[in-house]
């Protein structure tokens, strides 16, 4: 993972983070091995700061690409 990957996960929002979660095709590069862990960690670490702000992220992204 470089330092330019770890800042944009650093610096997207939970939504952000979410929707490429759900969305992103097989192989993107941002869930590969390298950096699917910290991804995870951070995507985890976020939805804990604001748990209701989260439900309404999911909410709006929905499941439908």
């Known amino acids: 993972m470089t330092d330019e ?3 944009w996960i650093d610096n997207a929002s939970y939504e952000t ?4 979660w ?4 097989p192989g993107d590069w941002m869930l590969q091995v390298d950096t699917l ?4 960690k951070i995507l985890a670490a976020k939805r ?3 748990p209701g702000d989260a439900v309404r992220a999911s909410k709006t992204i929905g499941w439908d690409s």
Do not use: I, M, T, V
């Open 17 to 20: 983070l979410l929707r490429r």
């Open 48 to 50: 804990s700061e604001n």
């Open 5 to 7: 990957d770890k800042a």
């Open 22 to 25: 759900r969305f992103s095709p």
């Open 37 to 40: 862990d910290y991804y995870a």
